[in-house]
């Protein structure tokens, strides 16, 4: 079965094709290893997919499944309340406008745990990732208040002042910022939910399953024919499927950045959504795309935004020092081209 995804984002105005092919090899034997479930539905701007096998017939029941799909909102619900930009009640929102910051700001477990890797991700890095990024993304109308502007260089360099990951600090349960600073966690709360989804149903004891949030993805276990859980990668330029790649996740995550979903353009040139924290500027290069995979979702997603953020030359460097398996999706002056990590190549499969 082969299932694409055509969206409309109504938060940036865009038609987004979801990068998510899944393919059901049927195994050598021809029988049918168990029941296949799918649930789908809406969450954080976006949408979730999510596919899981049934052994045990008790669970197989309607009201068993209807309350674990009900959890499962139950559970994205809460996510977004507390990492959203865009809820002016979630508790990011309250961070954002908190003015007691010599004293710290009291904080929840999953904020706390949120910005403690956010920042580990910083630190690996080199500040390519930064989740004080958001003065920036504001700025350059990304942000809550969608706009399409060139700002000045002045402001420019007082919104990066503002950006600096080193000066954030978590204490037991409460964080400290400098004046003005704005955490925005986006780059890395996709993928953070997608291994809650996944933890969740790995307590009801589904260990055969794959779950997928915008783009971002989790994989454990076997699809119902016995095989590891298999999607495309598809060239930015969406022509058909060239240049796509259908990767093997055999319990492993990926994730995948590009600068195409959503930017504008003024006066013939383009601006991405993806920031500089170290510019300040939305990115420029030749890369287009990166996939990354890793053991959970959360890293990848992280690893996917700071490697896209470094560029093509920067970031097949980075990702060869670090051993990251990565797919790089690259312009040339008409066509796109590719490299791939020793490790990703690994995890390939041909095209059907």
Request: charged share 30%; hydrophobic share 40%.
């Amino acid at each position: 079965m082969l299932l694409t995804i055509l969206e409309y984002n109504y938060r940036f105005k865009y038609y987004l094709i979801i990068t998510l092919t899944f393919f059901f090899f049927s195994c050598s034997s021809g029988s049918n290893r168990s029941e296949l479930v799918e649930f789908r539905g809406g969450t954080m701007g976006t949408t979730y997919v999510i596919k899981f096998v049934l052994n045990s017939d008790e669970k197989k029941q309607p009201s068993y499944l209807d309350g674990l799909k009900v959890e499962i909102d139950r559970l994205l619900r809460d996510f977004n309340g507390v990492f959203s930009t865009y809820d002016e009640e979630s508790e990011i929102s309250f961070v954002n406008g908190s003015l007691n910051r010599e004293e710290g700001i009291l904080i929840s477990r999953e904020f706390r745990e949120g910005i403690i890797a956010a920042l580990k991700f910083s630190d690996f890095t080199e500040g390519k990732f930064d989740p004080s990024i958001s003065p920036l993304v504001d700025l350059w109308g990304f942000g809550r208040n969608r706009r399409e502007v060139v700002p000045d260089e002045a402001d420019i360099a007082r919104s990066k002042k503002l950006v600096n990951y080193k000066k954030i600090k978590v204490e037991n349960d409460k964080l400290y910022l400098a004046a003005e600073m704005q955490i925005d966690l986006s780059a890395i709360a996709k993928g953070k939910a997608v291994d809650l989804v996944g933890e969740a149903l790995e307590r009801e004891a589904i260990d055969d399953y794959l779950v997928e949030i915008g783009g971002e993805v989790r994989a454990r276990g076997r699809n119902q024919r016995g095989k590891a859980w298999a999607i495309f990668i598809v060239s930015p330029d969406f022509d058909s499927q060239t240049g796509s790649l259908v990767v093997s996740l055999d319990d492993l995550s990926m994730a995948t950045s590009g600068d195409y979903l959503s930017y504008f353009e003024k006066d013939g040139k383009r601006y991405s959504h993806i920031i500089d924290p170290v510019t300040g500027y939305p990115i420029s290069h030749k890369l287009a795309s990166i996939s990354v995979l890793a053991e959970n979702c959360e890293e990848a997603d992280a690893l996917a935004t700071a490697i896209l953020v470094m560029g093509e030359e920067e970031g097949k460097q980075f990702a060869k020092e670090k051993n990251i398996p990565a797919h790089f999706i690259y312009r040339e002056e008409d066509r796109f081209s590719t490299f791939t990590t020793s490790y990703f190549k690994k995890r390939l499969k041909k095209k059907s």
